[in-house]
């Protein structure tokens, strides 16, 4: 089973520029999230999805991300402008389904840096 | 003060040694508690979930303490490729986790 894919593995803009993460979660996995680790901090959450639908997005930063998952499968993580202190790691993770038992898998991140 | 604190290290131990991570969370009604495990520039993956009563797997031993809100990993007969970040994970709600800043250790032969 293939396990959840993101690309790029890194991306490197300049500020002020747009960059697009896609992921790609385990097959058959409703549950969608996004995280991210900037540099010397902790994995923050940013949002989730079950299917198409945003459930919680309280860990968004600003409304420079747009977060969307059409179609429930695979789900983009826009940042536009992208400024300095953007810059981490940007990790995927699904789950089937909620609660206790229900394990995050993750995802390798995407490396962006803006400069 | 951080939701969930850990001791980030590094923690130098030679192989073969016991060593145990420390983890404490400020949230009384935290559901969920996890170890994961993350080696340098990959992605963090689930070493264990731990129970109130404790729990064990091979080597690694897992404890909470909720009236203390005090999660701890004890590593034994430490192996070289135990080296890594050891990251303290609290589970709020159904889904949102909560995540230390992590631990690094580092197996030395």
């Known amino acids: 089973e293939a396990g959840v894919t993101q690309f790029p593995s890194h991306s490197v803009i300049e500020k002020g520029q747009t960059v697009t993460l896609r992921c790609d979660p385990i097959?058959?996995?409703?549950?969608l999230y996004w995280y991210r680790r900037v540099m010397g901090k902790e994995i923050k959450f940013l949002l989730h999805f079950v299917k198409e639908s945003k459930q919680d997005e309280s860990g968004m930063p600003n409304n420079r991300f747009l977060a969307e998952r059409t179609g429930g499968t695979y789900s983009t993580l826009k940042v536009q402008p992208a400024e300095l202190e953007d810059s981490g790691v940007y990790f995927c993770a699904s789950s089937r389904g909620q609660g206790s038992g229900e394990t995050q898998y993750f995802g390798p991140g995407t490396r962006l840096l803006v400069l | 003060r951080k939701e969930v604190e850990q001791d980030p290290g590094p923690f130098n131990v030679p192989e073969g040694a016991t060593v145990a991570f420390n983890c404490t969370y400020s949230n009384s009604a935290s559901q969920s508690f996890f170890w994961y495990r993350q080696d340098c520039r990959k992605e963090p993956k689930l070493l264990m979930s731990?129970?109130?009563?404790?729990n064990e797997d091979g080597r690694f031993t897992a404890q909470l303490n909720r009236a203390s809100q005090y999660i701890s990993l004890l590593i034994r007969d430490s192996k070289l490729s135990d080296s890594a970040t050891y990251l303290c994970v609290v589970r709020e709600n159904n889904y949102q986790l909560i995540w230390g800043a992590g631990t690094k250790l580092i197996i030395k032969p």
């Open positions: 097959s058959g996995h409703d549950n």
């Open positions: 731990v129970y109130s009563s404790g």
